[in-house]
């Protein structure tokens, strides 16, 4: 099998599996135990959150564990609207946000918030000058994710965080889901960080949410009182050890892959460079590319993909359960013969020379068999 449907999840790292089983054989205890080897347990956890924030150069922020980003984001929005709601009501949010965002932000703009939403270039990139001209004092929540996951651009968190020197009753979530070991973005100062060990190599059901000092989460969650009292419930250590190990993998190897999956990405853009009909968006991180096959639907494509063992998604996993079309390339001003016939391809550092040849026979080979519908 040819797997290029990396964004949607990644296969965890034998390390990992390892780190995972281990973790479960020997420190199965709940944390909040307060027996030795609940107390065992607790210490592992808490050397886990020390080498997360480690990891991320975010030594004094508040790591939460979660189940992955769509908590993580939902905790981080929900908790941010109920502390400031007396403060102000305007979220600025980009066209392009994950809808774990965006469907919590509508819900928000349903019970008297009003959202804006910050505009985006033809790059996919979130235009900052826009969101300047969107502050205001009753601003309380920016939230603009770190990559995209439709196309891979880098969104500028580093001029938002200086755009909002001036408002510090804004909160700032990033959404730093597809950003893991693809892009070296400077973190600090934001305040709140969404990230989903599954991206990046770990096991599925471990994520965090990353609080600046003396940010707090509203509570949203009513428990035990694990986590800081934010995220109540039995923390899945396995899962979260294993995240731990996943990210300093990822990170300490993140160049070399950067540059062996650069090449990959130039292999696939300048083969498919002058088919008529083939577009190609550009892209800031090489993991992600999405190609549309102007004319045909992006499903059909991804199906005659998947019949030659390879494969690859529509827009993104998530978005494609919905009717929806594809906010990321709309927000682009995209045709819609560009957005319907779009697939999205995505790599990662399991990703080998073998993967990207057969890629690029099965994409040429779609190409002639429905050449008839392409425009
Ligand atoms: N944010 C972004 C940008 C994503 O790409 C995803 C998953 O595709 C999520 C959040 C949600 O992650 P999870 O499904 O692990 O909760």
Known sequence: ??????????????????????????????????????RD?????EASRKQVLQLFSLPNYTCVFTSGATESNNI??????ERKKRFGRTILVSQIEHPSVINIVDHYGGEGFNVEF??????GRVDVGHLESLLNEDVVLVAV??????????????EIKDALMNYPKVHFHVDATQAVGKAAIDYRGVDSLSISAHKFHGVKGAGALMLKEGKSSGQIHFGGGHEYDIRSGTVNLPAVAAMAKALRLTLEDMDDDLARIEGYN??????????????IQPSDVPHIINLSFTGAK?????NALSEK??????TSACASKRAASNETLTAMNRSPEVIDGSIRISMSRETETENVEVLISALKEVYEEIGDVLR
Do not use: C, W
């Not at 981080?76 to 609207?81: D, E, H, K, P, R």
């Not at 910050?118 to 790059?123: A, D, F, Q, V």
């Not at 994710?145 to 580093?158: H, T």
């Not at 992006?298 to 991804?302: L, Q, S």
């Open 266 to 279: 130039h292999s696939l853009r300048s083969e498919l460079d002058g088919l008529e009909s083939i577009v």
């Open 145 to 158: 994710m770190a990559v995209n996951n439709i196309v891979g651009s880098v969104q500028p968190v580093e």
């Open 1 to 38: 099998m040819h797997y290029f449907d990396n964004a949607a999840t990644t296969k965890p790292y034998a390390e990992v599996l390892h780190t995972f089983n281990k973790v479960n054989e020997n420190y199965y205890f709940n944390t909040a135990s307060i027996h030795q080897a609940g």
């Open 76 to 81: 981080a929005i929900q908790g941010t609207l």
């Open 298 to 302: 992006g499903e059909v494509v991804v």
């Open 118 to 123: 910050i505009r985006t270039t033809g790059e």
């Open 41 to 45: 347990s607790a210490k592992l956890l």
């Open 309 to 314: 063992n390879v494969m690859v998604s529509t």
